[in-house]
């Protein structure tokens, strides 16, 4: 019988780009990858770009 190797490390949805990563942070339920948490910060406020982050961020806090 076949048994399939479970995995050790845990693997986190990021709640922006919905890919599952290893490396992010935790803002309060919810998982942010490294590459997104990068790209939040380095996105200015006035990008269209940013609202969507926050969108992202607040529809995750609601559920
Ligand atoms: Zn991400």
């Known amino acids: 019988m076949d048994?399939?190797?479970?995995?050790?490390?845990?693997?986190?949805?990021?709640?922006?780009?919905?890919?599952?990563?290893?490396?992010?942070?935790?803002?309060?339920t919810s998982?942010?990858?490294?590459?997104?948490e990068r790209d939040m910060v380095n996105t200015d406020t006035s990008d269209p770009k940013y609202k969507y982050y926050i969108d992202r961020l607040k529809s995750v806090k609601r559920s």
């Open 3 to 28: 048994t399939v190797a479970v995995q050790k490390t845990t693997l986190e949805k990021c709640i922006v780009c919905d890919e599952k990563k290893l490396t992010g942070i935790h803002l309060f």
């Open 31 to 36: 998982f942010i990858c490294s590459d997104c």
